[in-house]
């Protein structure tokens, strides 16, 4: 057979993403605060983009004015780029005439009863940081070279109020005597919150003793042995501080009183608090969901804007403002698009798990991604974005999405099974009800799962009672023992 070059003719079929696919994909994946960020950057970068005022009207999103056919062009393109993206979903028969959770605080106005004002105080800011404090401490007691040590050694407390960091070290770094580090500190020591400065756990304790003029021998043996008490070794305790039962239990209670973590009483930085991306709420009709759209701004396109500026303008800036134009209108329906499917998917979250919804966790079903894909004809993939970093509220609570998703349990009767997060939910029970002279195993919580109709083995059990926080029960025993 010769060698030699040919032209082939071949036809195949491939998936393209295109650019506004994947920018849709990418939305869609987005929490409700980082669509917030997204969006403000859309509004810097495109001037065809405007927010609409709070009581304006309309749902299109489209600003009234200019029929350019460049305009109306824009807007064919932005349909054709979305529609590659999914097809049309249902929109939720939501009953208008109830009302919703409300997005911000100004909504309440008017709402409240006769005689019910807003308390403006609920919105104040919490006191300053913990170092905030500090630092106003020292400059009431210190001056001049003191102050400076004083100064470095609040900025190594941490959020607990514990120091982290090696005064040699320190006093070396400052070219001054380590006999100062050590002087200024045990007057950091004295501030308030008692027990700030400590560099471990006992000398915590023992400086908040000392406040509070506790700190005899006995007392003094009990904090160097710190351990012991943990461990509940209260005859080695009794034998070691020369106490009897009496003043043992005194010491404890005592102790029980001490902040081991002072620092924390400012609350540090501070978790961000969780804004909920969707609001669940049980109707006349049925269940409601709605899309918080509080945090999120209301797109329009500016077309007056885009025909004043295209009029005259070269071609290449009509070329421009055509891309623009093309853009904000795709951005508006995406929008538009992710709110459907974030509401079609919730709304089918809501319907397997009404028992959760009415009678709480201990009525969740196992749920996986792929049934919810196969009940709304959504792909599995989407149905993973949606639900990621996205919460939302309810009557029970604030709740991620991910949430009600849960492998099952089976039944040791029948072909049922439970929701693994209903058994978590039923050890918790047991074990926050527990008797602390019978403290439960492992094999006998196993034991009454299984009386109670879930197979479960221990090993299970233990994955769980971990996963949620929870000692064994030599661990649990000593906890209620020093608990009293």
């Known amino acids: 057979m010769a060698l030699g070059p040919r032209l082939d003719l071949r036809q195949s079929q491939s998936l393209v993403m295109t650019p ?11 929490s409700n605060l980082e669509l917030e960020a997204y969006l403000a950057e859309a509004l810097e970068g495109n001037p065809l983009l405007d927010t609409a005022s709070p009581d304006s009207e309309g749902g299109g999103g489209d600003e009234v004015g200019g029929d350019a056919p460049a305009a109306e062009a824009a807007s064919l393109e932005a349909d054709q780029a979305l529609s590659a993206n999914g097809g049309s979903e249902n929109d939720l028969d939501v009953d208008l005439t109830e009302s919703f959770h409300h997005d911000s605080a100004s909504d309440n106005v008017g709402l409240s009863g006769a005689g019910e004002d807003i308390d403006f105080d609920s919105f104040a800011e919490h006191e300053g940081t913990l170092h905030d404090y500090l630092l106003a401490q020292v400059g009431e007691r210190f001056g001049g070279i003191e102050a400076i040590v004083a100064g470095q050694l609040v900025a190594l ?8 960091a090696d005064l040699a070290e320190l006093a070396a770094q400052l070219g001054v005597p380590l006999a100062l580090v050590e002087a200024v500190l045990a007057g950091i020591q004295c501030f308030d919150p008692s027990g700030v400065g400590a560099r471990d756990l006992a000398e915590c304790i023992a400086i908040q003793a000392r406040e509070a003029d506790r700190y005899d021998p006995a007392m003094a043996t009990m904090i160097a042995h710190l351990d012991l008490v943990a461990k509940g070794a209260f005859p080695q305790l009794k034998r070691i501080c020369g106490v009897d039962d009496e003043d043992l239990a005194d010491m404890i209670r005592e102790l029980r009183g001490y902040d081991p973590r002072p620092g924390l009483r400012f609350g540090g930085d501070g978790a961000p608090a969780v804004v909920p991306d969707l609001y669940i709420r049980q109707t006349a009709k049925g269940w409601a969901v709605e899309i918080n759209s509080g945090t999120l701004p209301r797109l329009l396109v500016n077309r007056r804007y885009y025909t004043e500026l295209a009029q005259g303008a070269a071609a290449k800036s009509k070329a421009w403002l055509s891309e623009q134009l093309a853009g904000a209108n795709w951005l508006v329906r995406a929008l538009d698009q992710r709110q459907r499917t974030i509401v079609k998917v919730a709304s089918e979250i809501v319907k397997q798990q009404e028992g959760f919804f009415l009678n709480g966790v201990a009525h969740m079903r196992p749920l996986t991604l792929r049934q919810v894909a196969e009940a709304i004809g959504m792909h599995e993939s989407t149905v993973s ?3 990621s970093n996205k919460y939302l509220s309810c009557a029970r609570g604030l709740f991620e999405l991910k949430y009600f998703f849960s492998s099952g349990i089976s039944a040791t009767e029948g072909d049922g099974a439970v929701s693994a997060e209903a058994v978590k939910s039923r050890i918790k029970a047991m074990i926050e009800g527990e008797d602390a002279k019978a403290i439960l195993s492992d094999e006998t919580i196993a034991q ?3 009386t109670e109709g879930h197979d479960i083995a221990r090993r299970t059990v233990v994955k769980y009672r971990e996963a949620m926080g929870y000692g064994s029960s030599v661990q649990r025993r000593r906890q209620k023992a020093l608990a009293g």
């Open 20 to 30: 506004q696919l994947q920018q849709a994909i990418k939305l869609l994946a987005l």
């Open 385 to 387: 974005r949606v639900t």
């Open 157 to 164: 407390i941490d959020e607990t109020g514990y120091l982290r």
């Open 448 to 450: 009454r799962l299984s």
